[in-house]
């Protein structure tokens, strides 16, 4: 076997040891904590993050650690585990289905490995930018030419409004023929898995957007920053299939 495989086996039985966690606190009744940034906090999110964080120290005790809730641990290590244990935790507390776990392995900064996880539904995405398995079988984007047929999505609103120039982003929901909020990793799951054309998300945090990147790339999607630059160095992911991607871009970025 060799090392990325190792990698790829480990990280399973990493999510899936996570999973049993997030499932016995999915649709209960919990406290919901807030952050400095005024995201939500559960304790699900935290004992995910805690188990992952012990099982690498315990197989890897070399290896780097970036989470989420705990933050940094031997950072600027060759290979660093980044662990997001709830991406979408305000859909977790609504009892939405719509989050899912996310991790990413580096190597020397760059995301070799890429891992999403639906705890419930058992969905299980592994990518190492060559290719991209959905539950042991190899998935691919939607070979999408035609910007009027295409499915738009996106985690927030809100955020673009916030963050990005709002005009050029209804501009391309114009263009495209459905546009949808139904974000946060969940998004790209579909993107990755063929059911949609475009993933949008404004801001993004490390720990949220260099786990898609092995993912998208394995399923043959081009995957930028919101500039259309390296997604690893941004702050913001756009991800769509090679045919539409630069169009996409240059609507976004389009100044009036």
Not at 215 to 238: C, L, M
Request: aromatic share 8%.
């Amino acid at each position: 076997m060799n090392e990325l495989n190792e990698f790829k086996e480990f990280s399973t039985g990493l999510v899936k040891a996570g999973a049993e966690i997030i499932n016995k606190y999915f649709r209960q009744k919990i406290k919901v904590e807030h952050k400095k940034d005024k995201s939500p906090v559960t304790i699900a999110d935290r004992k995910a993050e805690e188990i992952m964080r012990n099982m690498i120290a315990n197989k890897f005790p070399g290896h780097g650690i970036i989470g989420e809730e705990f933050g940094k641990s031997n950072e600027n290590a060759e290979y660093v585990w980044v662990l997001d244990p709830i991406d979408g935790t305000k859909s977790f507390i609504c009892g939405a289905l719509s989050f899912g776990t996310l991790v990413a392995l580096l190597k020397n900064g760059e995301p070799v490995l890429g891992i999403f996880y639906q705890p419930v539904l058992g969905e299980l995405l592994i990518g190492d930018n060559q290719q991209t398995k959905i539950n042991g079988k190899k998935t691919s984007v939607k070979n999408s030419n035609n910007l009027s047929q295409a499915i738009l999505l996106t985690t927030d609103h809100l955020n673009i409004k916030k963050y990005r120039n709002e005009k050029s982003f209804n501009n391309l929901i114009s263009k495209v023929k459905l546009y949808r909020n139904w974000g946060d990793c969940y998004g790209y799951y579909l993107l990755a898995t063929g059911f949609a054309d475009i993933m949008i998300d404004p801001i993004m945090s490390p720990w949220d957007s260099l786990p898609l990147i092995p993912i998208i790339r394995g399923a043959g999607g081009v995957i930028t920053d919101y500039e259309g630059n390296d997604p690893v160095k941004g702050d913001s992911i756009v991800a769509a299939s090679k045919g539409i991607h630069s169009t996409v871009i240059n609507l976004l970025n389009f100044k009036s």
